[in-house]
């Protein structure tokens, strides 16, 4: 997503004259970000077929007016300030039993989309899907779906997988590698150690997958733990220009 200012063409079936049919799938939207929540407007309001309700910019304010909307999908985005979109969906999901959450977020660990579809969510979405697909998925999660960006849905599939038993390659790990590690094992969440060794969210999750890859794990609990098995281990230095 870009600019506020861009342009957004029409989706396929679309008209510049367009009415809304009758029935249509209402939606709502959970979004910090001004500017994403509007582009995400714009996108459900333009497309046959669906009915923007609402939108909030923090957690507080969903949960204390969303049940009231009864929207019957919510768009929620997971980093929100105060009160996460996770717990959100945690929260309002015994509230709304026929609503639909799809997570759209940054964030593709597996830590993130597991606690996100036991909290209740029933899509998982990247905030790179672009508008033809994002409209397609809230369709077929209203119809029973569970739509997931294909990088995504092959992590789910992982899962399910037998886990590689071969010993990992520790040495493989680079000084910058170890660093994130580290502060995974401190508790720093994906922003903290953004804004601690100065990368973007984008970077993080890049180490973080390599991090899964090299030590042979699918989520954060299990890396803290071999990490916690190797931290007795000499380790390379941490020059602090490494990114």
């Known amino acids: 997503m870009r600019a506020c200012s861009r342009k957004l063409r029409l989706l396929p079936g679309q008209s510049a004259g367009y009415h809304q049919l009758h029935l249509s799938i209402k939606v709502s939207i959970i979004e ?8 995400l407007t714009r996108w459900i309001s333009k497309a046959e077929g669906f009915t923007f309700v609402s939108g909030y910019g923090n957690g507080q304010s969903a949960l204390a007016h969303l049940p009231k909307d009864a ?12 009160q996460s979109g996770i717990n959100c969906v945690q929260t309002l999901r015994p509230e709304m039993p026929g609503t639909q959450f799809i997570m759209l977020t940054v964030y593709e660990d597996s830590d993130h989309i597991f606690n996100a579809l036991a909290a209740g969510a029933t899509g998982y979405l990247l905030k790179r899907t672009p508008a033809e697909e ?68 984008s970077t993080v999750n890049t180490h973080v997958h390599r991090i899964y890859e090299k030590l042979h794990v699918r989520s954060r609990s299990q890396a803290i733990a071999r990490y916690s098995q190797l931290s007795s281990r000499p380790q390379p230095m941490l020059p602090s220009s490494t990114v």
């Open 32 to 39: 910090d970000d001004a500017c994403v929540r509007q582009i």
């Open 71 to 82: 929207p019957d999908v919510v768009l929620v985005d997971i980093n929100l300030a105060g």
């Open 134 to 201: 994002l409209i397609a998925s809230i369709r077929q999660v209203y119809e029973g779906g569970s739509p997931m960006s294909s990088c995504i849905a092959r992590k789910v599939v992982q899962a399910f997988q037998p886990t590689r038993t071969e010993e990992p390659q520790v040495e493989g790990l680079s000084p910058r590698e170890w660093e994130v590690l580290g502060l995974l094992a401190r508790g720093f969440v994906y922003k903290e150690i953004a804004e601690s060794l100065t990368i973007s969210i």
